[in-house]
Nanobody, 127 residues
Framework: QVQVVESGGGLVQAGGSLRLSCTES????????MGWFRQAPGKEREGVSC????????YYADSVRGRFTISRDKANKTMYLQMDSLKPEDTAMYYC????????????????????WGQGTQVTVSS
């Protein structure tokens, strides 16, 4: 079965950094996009960033562009989200997603149309 597992969350002071990791297992190929989403208490889930199936394109939410960097090690089926200059408003549960249907997934719209999701890793940024 397919599993998607995030790690790397924690508590950090404003201005600090965290690096989230997401490892996928069980998919029969490496030709899929992956994305990061987050959900704060009382708010809807929002797209943070995504990377295309061939790593040629990546997109970021306006709120994180310039501070977050998405990358992937396809050999290890692991995606990363380097988060720098963290702000209290970045506090949320962060979710990893993999393998959108054709015509969905990784675009500037950061739509949550993925087949597989991780359990989430909590990021808390204090003032």
């Amino acid at each position: 079965q397919v599993q998607v597992v995030e790690s790397g969350g924690g508590l950090v002071q404003a201005g600090g950094s965290l690096r989230l990791s997401c490892t996928e297992s069980g998919l029969h190929h490496n030709y899929y996009a992956m994305g990061w989403f987050r959900q704060a208490p009382g708010k809807e889930r929002e797209g943070v960033s995504c990377i295309s199936w061939d790593d040629s394109k990546s997109y970021y939410a306006d709120s994180v562009r310039g501070r977050f960097t998405i990358s992937r090690d396809k050999a290890n089926k692991t995606m990363y989200l380097q988060m720098d200059s963290l702000k209290p408003e970045d506090t949320a549960m962060y979710y990893c997603a993999a393998d959108p249907p054709p015509g969905r997934g990784c675009s500037a719209a950061l739509r949550p149309d993925y087949n597989y999701w991780g359990q989430g890793t909590q990021v808390t940024v204090s003032s």
